[in-house]
């Protein structure tokens, strides 16, 4: 699967983005998505995941609230819309694929990633 990631740009704090990410292929479906990200100088961590079928949601303990991760099925789209936005949730985000059906919630179980997209939030 090929994942393009899209909508990341500047925002003030306390504004919102919604992040989108297309993947082709004819089997989105069945794979585990994420988003992750990176700020510069620091490794990239994880944002949110979502089941295949979309039911079942996670969160980086610290963006409950903020964050949500949703996904389209039919459309091969994957969504995240931030909220609330803080200087600190720059970095560049990055959606990932993972071809199982348990979620996960480390990079290296993810085998799909995008190209990222930035996000800048300023103060």
């Known amino acids: 699967v090929q994942l393009q990631a899209s909508g990341g740009g500047f925002v003030q704090a306390g504004g919102s983005l919604r992040l989108s990410c297309a993947a082709s292929?004819?089997?989105?479906?069945?794979?585990?998505m994420g988003w992750f990200r990176q700020a510069p100088g620091k490794e990239r961590e994880f944002v949110a995941a979502?089941?295949?079928?979309?039911?079942?949601?996670y969160y980086a303990d610290s963006l409950k609230g903020r964050f949500t991760i949703s996904r389209d099925n039919a459309k091969n789209m994957l969504y995240l819309q931030m909220n609330s936005l803080k200087p600190e949730d720059t970095a560049v985000y990055y959606c990932?694929?993972?071809?199982?059906?348990?979620?996960?919630?480390?990079?290296?179980?993810?085998?799909?990633w995008g190209q990222g997209t930035l996000v800048t939030v300023s103060s």
């Open positions: 979502i089941t295949t079928s979309g039911g079942t949601t």
């Open positions: 990932a694929a993972r071809p199982r059906t348990i979620v996960a919630v480390i990079t290296d179980m993810y085998e799909y």
């Open positions: 292929g004819r089997t989105f479906s069945s794979y585990v």
